[in-house]
């Protein structure tokens, strides 16, 4: 297989001036614990992931070198409870965190998102929700060996969810189905666009429990990890997009897989409960998003301040109408940024109506807003500025494939706000 290096050494690493953070600890107020943590994502981002994202754009590879450096760095674990052996990030800290790292590779920070979900998911999110004390203590021996996997061996979760039907944006039950037998279930079912496909080394899969004779419900669904070498997982299908290539998002088909119970990420009912009561949890694709956004902005600022290394130092900032589009691209990018920080500081369960709707606008900003900056960042900067020798391209590619993402695509967000902030629960006009 293929492999990236990265191509500076230590000594030049010390040399990089870093980035300002996208969100300042002091002007965001957040706590030394959680500027370390961020700080260490935009070091790792800027110093490494950032001159190997070209050739896994280019080759539509699997950034297998970022994780052994997530891993090295603790990051793999960010959202596992410190008693775990993790770095016991909140929802937020993980937020940020992931925006940094989308900052210099988009691809590694959307699958980094949904190996952290595992966690974020089972962890945090599932303490807030409500189970009895047998089943709090089953999901915290269960969930103590996930993360035991993650923390001392590297093991990397992904997140099929999509089918091409109804189930990923909320409508009816996942067609994935997990039988009940003896000492676990048998899956089988077909999961599309499985970022991570062929690489992770467990597949957290979102699927119905189906008793035989039984008919498929929302809230039966199960959250399962099935090991990737399991008996009857395959990877199928090319993976050849327009962005995001280094995801390699192909398909996954489950054939009488059989996975025993403590494969379950998330006890009975509690997957439904979460999707129920806590729905900033689909708000974590937006993240790498709003690290794009800052990307095609700094971008532009150095590109016309004749400051992009690799090009001749050719200033374009004098003109009035380059000037226009950067206050453009700023006012756009503070817009997402506030509403986006504000939205994932305020995640917890049982959100207010104003706080669901926030959310759902948080992330049509993000996924549009991104897209947005970067085509305004080709515009201003011009020809030479979209070459694939330089980052922009990538970044305006990445970043147009942020709407797309189920439950909450850019038009699933315009129709909830719409038809939420106009209907209370159980209204209607007949
Ligand atoms: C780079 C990339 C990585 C991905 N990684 C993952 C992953 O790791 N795991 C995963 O599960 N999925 C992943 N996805 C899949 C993604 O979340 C979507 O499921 C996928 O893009 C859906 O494509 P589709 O054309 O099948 O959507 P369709 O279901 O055909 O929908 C098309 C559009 O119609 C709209 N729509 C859909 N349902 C409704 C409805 N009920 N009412 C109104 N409008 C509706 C939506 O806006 C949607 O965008 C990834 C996608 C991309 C692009």
């Given at each position: 297989?293929?492999?990236?290096?990265?191509?500076?050494?230590?000594?030049?690493?010390?040399?990089?001036?870093?980035?300002?953070?996208?969100?300042?600890?002091?002007?965001?107020?957040?706590?030394?614990?959680?500027?370390?943590?961020?700080?260490?994502?935009?070091?790792?981002?800027?110093?490494?992931?950032?001159?190997?994202?070209?050739?896994?754009?280019?080759?539509?590879?699997?950034p297998t070198e970022n994780y052994r450096d997530l891993h090295r760095a603790g990051l793999l674990g960010?959202?596992?409870?410190?008693?775990?052996?993790g770095l016991g990030a909140d929802y937020q800290t993980y937020a940020i965190s992931a925006a940094e790292?989308?900052?210099?590779?988009?691809?590694?920070?959307?699958?980094?998102?949904?190996?952290?979900?595992?966690?974020?998911?089972?962890?945090?999110?599932?303490?807030?929700?409500?189970?009895?004390?047998?089943?709090?203590?089953?999901?915290?021996?269960?969930?103590?060996?996930?993360?035991?996997?993650?923390?001392?061996?590297?093991?990397?979760?992904?997140?099929?969810?999509?089918?091409?039907?109804?189930?990923?944006?909320?409508?009816?039950?996942?067609?994935?189905?997990?039988?009940?037998?003896?000492?676990?279930?048998?899956?089988?079912?077909?999961?599309?666009?499985?970022?991570?496909?062929?690489?992770?080394?467990?597949?957290?899969?979102?699927?119905?429990?189906?008793?035989?004779?039984?008919?498929?419900?929302?809230?039966?669904?199960?959250?399962?990890?099935?090991?990737?070498?399991?008996?009857?997982?395959?990877?199928?299908?090319?993976?050849?997009?327009?962005?995001?290539?280094?995801?390699?998002?192909?398909?996954?088909?489950?054939?009488?897989?059989?996975?025993?119970?403590?494969?379950?990420?998330?006890?009975?009912?509690?997957?439904?409960?979460?999707?129920?009561?806590?729905?900033?949890?689909?708000?974590?694709?937006?993240?790498?998003?709003?690290?794009?956004?800052?990307?095609?902005?700094?971008?532009?600022?150095?590109?016309?301040?004749?400051?992009?290394?690799?090009?001749?130092?050719?200033?374009?900032?004098?003109?009035?109408?380059?000037?226009?589009?950067?206050?453009?691209?700023?006012?756009?990018?503070?817009?997402?940024?506030?509403?986006?920080?504000?939205?994932?500081?305020?995640?917890?369960?049982?959100?207010?109506?104003?706080?669901?709707?926030?959310?759902?606008?948080?992330?049509?900003?993000?996924?549009?807003?991104?897209?947005?900056?970067?085509?305004?960042?080709?515009?201003?900067?011009?020809?030479?500025?979209?070459?694939?020798?330089?980052?922009?391209?990538?970044?305006?590619?990445?970043?147009?494939?942020?709407?797309?993402?189920?439950?909450?695509?850019?038009?699933?967000?315009?129709?909830?706000?719409?038809?939420?902030?106009?209907?209370?629960?159980?209204?209607?006009?007949?």
């Open positions: 297989m293929m492999t990236v290096q990265a191509n500076k050494s230590a000594a030049a690493i010390d040399k990089i001036d870093l980035d300002a953070p996208i969100f300042d600890p002091k002007a965001f107020r957040l706590n030394d614990e959680q500027a370390a943590i961020v700080g260490s994502a935009r070091q790792l981002g800027q110093t490494v992931f950032a001159g190997r994202a070209a050739a896994y754009d280019r080759d539509a590879i699997f960010i959202a596992i409870p410190k008693k775990h052996g790292i989308g900052r210099y590779c988009g691809a590694t920070a959307l699958t980094w998102n949904m190996h952290v979900c595992s966690t974020l998911w089972s962890g945090p999110l599932a303490d807030d929700l409500e189970m009895d004390a047998a089943t709090r203590a089953e999901h915290e021996q269960r969930r103590a060996m996930h993360y035991k996997r993650i923390v001392d061996d590297g093991a990397v979760y992904s997140q099929p969810f999509s089918e091409g039907g109804a189930a990923a944006a909320g409508g009816v039950a996942f067609g994935t189905e997990a039988k009940p037998v003896k000492g676990g279930w048998l899956v089988n079912g077909k999961k599309i666009f499985a970022s991570l496909s062929g690489h992770a080394d467990y597949y957290g899969v979102l699927c119905t429990e189906i008793a035989e004779g039984e008919k498929a419900s929302r809230r039966n669904t199960l959250y399962l990890a099935l090991p990737a070498k399991a008996d009857g997982v395959s990877v199928v299908g090319d993976w050849d997009p327009l962005g995001m290539r280094g995801t390699v998002s192909r398909t996954l088909l489950f054939k009488d897989v059989f996975v025993p119970e403590d494969a379950a990420l998330m006890p009975r009912g509690v997957y439904f409960q979460a999707a129920m009561r806590w729905p900033h949890m689909f708000l974590t694709l937006s993240p790498t998003y709003v690290g794009l956004a800052q990307a095609a902005y700094d971008f532009t600022v150095r590109y016309l301040r004749g400051e992009v290394p690799g090009t001749p130092p050719v200033k374009r900032r004098m003109y009035p109408t380059k000037q226009i589009a950067v206050a453009q691209m700023q006012i756009k990018l503070e817009q997402i940024k506030a509403i986006w920080f504000q939205a994932v500081t305020e995640a917890a369960a049982n959100p207010s109506k104003e706080q669901v709707l926030r959310a759902y606008a948080a992330q049509y900003s993000a996924m549009e807003g991104a897209n947005e900056i970067a085509t305004l960042a080709i515009r201003t900067c011009g020809g030479q500025a979209m070459l694939k020798s330089l980052p922009l391209e990538r970044i305006y590619r990445d970043s147009r494939c942020g709407s797309l993402m189920l439950p909450w695509t850019a038009e699933l967000c315009l129709d909830r706000i719409g038809r939420e902030a106009l209907y209370e629960t159980g209204e209607s006009d007949e």
